[in-house]
């Protein structure tokens, strides 16, 4: 009898075991710049093993179990999505760590809108179809797992969470996923308006090149502010600027410090490629969270404050 897709994805992930448990083993701490989602928090225990924060993105939820392996009430959910993912000791069960998310979730005010386990959700179908991070960040056997999905509506703004908790060689892993509902934002700012805040401020930030959490490789929709800066050199020949990275508070400032200047020297290095702007007009530097628009107390804070910023010499 030839094996099932199902069997075969088991063999491949049981082969795939060994290149991950070194790095497995070796964390005993959160990965850099990660924290618990404020009045969420974590299993005793845990650490955070994936990270992820986007002002703007989609997340898939299931508000209810699948019917005849198809989703019944699958929802994209668009707006700030947070997505972090946790590994706790060998000890605790599956249903131990969902209950306790379950509960602090119900502490917050999110009203359920799904929990159920694995044949009850749609076993592995199911898990194809909400937001896992990678391996080895977060692990789903999907012969093995809880999920829960809650809403609420606070001070007029819409938000929803879900939690997905397995198990791999015996250790716990749990993903919780929050999309805060809202609309995207327009952060392109055009070449015209960056010659305006170069010439009255000497310097203009710019929220329309992305990142991804702790790295410094530019995101394809970074694409439009990167043709504005290199439309503003073309139209000034004689220009130079100062391409300045800036993050927020979150991990260790020499940590910072460099991931902010490897995003700026990434800028420079892709508008030299992509629009052919001479090395010698672009200059890089990275401040970490030394210069603060906003306060790092707050997520809206911490966002105005993770920017590169065009500085005029």
């Known amino acids: 009898m030839p094996f099932s897709c199902t069997i075969l994805r088991k063999l491949l992930l049981i082969a795939l075991l060994p290149l991950f448990a070194t790095e497995t083993l070796a964390q005993a701490r959160d990965v850099a710049g990660a924290r618990d989602y404020p009045g969420i928090g974590r299993f005793g225990g845990s650490v955070i093993t994936g990270y992820q924060v986007k002002d703007f993105d989609a997340a898939r939820f299931q508000a209810a179990p699948f019917k005849d392996g198809k989703p019944v009430d699958a929802r994209r959910l668009e707006g700030r999505i947070v997505r972090i993912a946790y590994r706790s000791n060998p000890g605790p069960s ?6 306790n998310f379950e509960a602090q979730l119900a502490k ?32 789903i056997d999907g012969f093995n797992y ?6 609420k509506v606070e001070g007029g703004r819409e938000t929803y969470a879900s939690v997905l908790v397995s198990e791999n060689n015996r250790e716990i892993y749990t993903q919780l996923v929050v999309a805060e509902l809202g609309a995207i934002k327009n952060k392109m700012v055009d070449a015209a308006a960056m010659q305006k805040g170069l010439g009255e401020a000497g310097h203009i930030a710019l929220y329309g090149i992305y990142f991804d959490t702790d790295k410094a490789v530019l995101k394809p929709e970074s694409q439009p502010t990167l043709a504005e800066i290199a439309k503003l ?3 000034q020949p004689r220009l130079s600027v100062f391409i300045v990275g800036h993050t927020d508070n979150q991990g260790a400032y020499e940590y910072n410090v460099d991931l ?22 672009l ?13 790092n107390a707050t997520d809206a804070g911490r966002a105005l404050n993770r920017r590169v910023e065009l500085v005029a010499p």
């Open 260 to 281: 902010s200047r490897r995003r700026a020297e990434a800028v420079a290095a892709e508008l030299v490629r992509a629009y052919r702007i001479a090395p010698a007009r």
């Open 283 to 295: 200059r890089t530097a990275g401040v970490g969270f030394l210069a603060p628009v906003g306060s």
């Open 108 to 139: 917050a005010g999110f009203e359920p809108l799904l929990f159920c386990d694995t044949d009850a959700c749609g076993g592995i179908p199911f898990t194809e179809n909400v937001d896992i991070l990678p391996i080895p960040q977060m692990w």
């Open 94 to 99: 599956i249903l131990e760590v969902s209950r």
């Open 233 to 235: 050199l073309a139209g």
């Open 146 to 151: 809880r999920y829960f999905a809650g809403h």
